[in-house]
């Protein structure tokens, strides 16, 4: 797999955007994908996971961002987006996408073999 994602920018409090994870080898949909994030001087965390429909396809959603935040699968582009609503300057961070087998704690990064390179989110107040 080779993960890229797009979508990243500056908007203000209160405004939306869209993450997309792109895979260029078009397997994706065979694997669970999730969003990390990572703030500076802080952890990467799990923001949203969704497992691959042949397993499950059961999504995950941090406590965080629940209601604001919602993960998709779009088989056509082989991609999995995140749509992020009613952003808070808290969410700012580098986010990233990553694939694994849909086994473990699907909030782990262990859990996920590989990554995309980030994309920055800035929210500004």
């Known amino acids: 797999l080779q993960l890229a994602e797009s979508g990243g920018g500056l908007v203000q409090s209160g405004g939306s955007l869209n993450l997309s994870c792109v895979d260029s080898g078009h397997t994706l949909r065979y694997y669970a994908v999730g969003w990390f994030r990572q703030a500076p001087g802080k952890e990467r965390e799990a923001v949203s996971c969704i497992n691959n429909s042949d397993y499950d396809g059961q999504t995950y959603y941090s406590d965080s961002v629940k209601g604001r935040f919602n993960i998709s699968r779009d088989f056509a582009k082989n991609a999995v987006s995140l749509q992020m609503n009613s952003l808070r300057v808290d969410d700012t961070a580098v986010y990233y996408c990553?694939?694994?087998?849909?086994?473990?704690?699907?909030?782990?990064?262990?859990?996920?073999?590989?990554w995309g390179q980030g994309t920055q989110v800035t929210i500004s107040s």
């Open positions: 990553a694939a694994g087998r849909p086994f473990g704690d699907r909030t782990s990064p262990t859990r996920y073999d590989y």
